[in-house]
């Protein structure tokens, strides 16, 4: 089977397992998306207790659901957010933690990002000290599968590209952790998993 088939399979089956456990939440349908899941809060707190989170300044972090308290904490520790405009289209948005004290909530949605953050080109960009992507299926050999666009990969090897390596860190549900991720050899990895019951290392 081709790999892009398989990938496809794959993000069916983990959409369907995370819809019938219930796991899921707005926005619905979870098909096509990176899932909204059910502890996705918690996993943000796991993730703002690790070493890397504590010691950066800046966070870069996509602009999906499931990630959008990561980003709200992010500006609650005082750190500058870097975050993906939806499918890159108007490229980065950074938002200083400053300019946003009590509304960090609304600074961290999309729409919030825009209003209060500014709208930058790769050039400008501040190196970020942790990338943050959302999943729809990762493997302990540090693969993870997209919704498909290509968008988190894009993300991750942009900053990489001019930064050089950063760690890349995924949210996900422990349901999304799967035995093996289908990957092509220039898909980009990620070093730690956060679920909202463990911390894995990769």
Avoid at 16 to 27: A, D, G, M
Avoid at 176 to 192: G, H, L, Y
């Amino acid at each position: 089977m081709h790999v892009r088939e398989a990938k496809k399979l794959l993000r069916q089956e983990i959409w369907k397992k995370l819809e019938t456990s219930h796991i899921v939440r707005f926005p619905l349908p979870v098909y096509g998306r990176i899932p909204n899941f059910v502890g996705s809060e918690k996993a943000a707190e796991n993730a703002r207790n690790l070493k890397e989170w504590r010691e950066a300044s800046v966070i870069f972090a996509n602009p999906d659901y499931a990630q959008q308290k990561v980003r709200e904490d992010a500006l609650l520790d005082g750190k500058m957010l870097i975050m993906a405009s939806p499918k890159l289209k108007h490229g980065f948005i950074t938002v200083n933690s400053k300019n946003v004290k009590g509304v960090e909530a609304f600074a961290s949605t999309i729409r919030g990002a825009f209003k209060r953050g500014r709208l930058v080109n790769i050039e400008e960009l501040p190196k970020p000290d942790v990338i943050v992507e959302g999943s729809v299926a990762v493997d302990l050999q540090g693969h993870r599968l997209g919704k498909g666009g290509g968008y988190g990969d894009l993300e991750i090897k942009t900053l990489k590209n001019k930064f050089g390596c950063i760690s890349v860190m995924t949210t996900v549900h422990d349901m999304q952790i799967v035995e093996a991720v289908p990957f092509e050899e220039n898909d980009e990895k990620i070093s730690i998993i956060v679920t909202p019951t463990k911390i894995i290392r990769l």
